[in-house]
């Protein structure tokens, strides 16, 4: 019998590809940029964390994904098209969770953006059941968000998300706001929901133990204004890494290239593409 030829399969491309990406805002005595020149790609599946102190611009670059901000220079694509506006591809999890309008119940707020994009009220009510079963508030569906804890609205906040089915999900430091007990609770929720769902994710942190523990790859960004420092690979790291001599290494090591003397990122990241053939 003969054996059937080997294809050679061409690697897929980035989801999210940023090139060169300079962002500008005005604030109160001029222009002030907010990050320079940075190039990132972010793949299916990938945990994207953007890591940097207060003021480097890691939020301004997550809203310009989320096509609310433009850039000055560079570009912002998803599946190799150019981001020009939000849209129901790319939906964000803010740290905010007054957000949710306090009127709807928790079931409600999960439907209006489905509603609100043309869902027949049905297959909304349907999905918004099923993605609150997988954040644990089946039983809080008739609450209201001024009865929930500040978890609680996270999840609500996340299972609205996710019933939008994006391409990518953006959380702009979603658990900041919560205490360390619940934070620690959130951030291994969300780690189940990947394993179980496998969604894209762009996350924003100001913190190097939740970068390490939430993303699989993470982009350092310098203090203001944001430019790339390194691009480190951190799939090796959970929640029970955090005491290990390992997770502390990496901790002080990336304190060291966030804080430290200048450095060429190729001396010390792993390449975008390495954990993609």
């Known amino acids: 019998m003969i054996a059937p030829a080997l294809q050679v399969v061409a ?20 222009t002030v940029r907010a990050t320079e020149d940075v190039g990132f790609d972010v793949y299916r599946g990938d945990r994207f964390v953007l890591l940097g102190p207060s003021g480097c611009g ?3 670059l997550l ?25 129901p591809d790319r939906i964000v999890v803010f740290q905010e969770f007054d957000q949710l309008p306090p009127w709807k119940t928790v079931e409600a707020n999960v439907m209006f953006p489905l509603l609100a994009g043309g869902m027949k009220k049905p297959e909304a009510r349907e999905r918004a059941r099923h993605w609150l079963g997988k954040v644990g508030l089946a039983r809080f569906a008739d ?6 804890s500040g ?19 953006l959380m702009d430091e979603p658990f900041a706001a919560l205490d360390a007990l619940t934070r620690r609770k959130m951030q291994e ?13 762009l996350f924003v942190t100001h913190s190097i133990e939740e ?8 982009l350092l960004l310098s203090p203001h204004p944001g430019r790339v420092r390194a691009e ?39 390449p975008a593409y390495a954990s993609h053939p």
């Open 63 to 87: 809203k310009a994904v989320g096509g609310f901000i433009a850039p000055r220079a560079g570009s912002l694509r998803l599946g190799g098209k150019p981001i020009t506006a939000p849209g």
């Open 189 to 201: 929720e969300l780690q189940a929901l990947w394993e179980e769902i496998g969604f894209t994710m």
């Open 58 to 60: 890691k939020s301004t």
């Open 232 to 270: 480190l690979n951190s799939h090796q790291f959970d929640l029970g890494s955090a005491g290990s001599v390992e997770f502390q290494a990496a901790n002080e090591r990336i304190h060291r290239l966030l804080f430290g003397d200048a450095v060429f990122p190729s001396t010390l990241s792993t």
């Open 151 to 169: 978890g609680m609205k996270a999840r609500v906040a996340i299972a609205r998300a996710l019933a939008m089915q994006p391409e990518i999900l």
């Open 143 to 148: 609450a209201y968000p001024h009865t929930l």
């Open 11 to 30: 690697p897929s491309g980035p989801l999210l590809r940023a090139e060169h990406v300079t962002i500008d805002y005005a604030g109160e005595h001029g």
């Open 211 to 218: 970068a390490l523990v939430v993303g699989n790859r993470i």
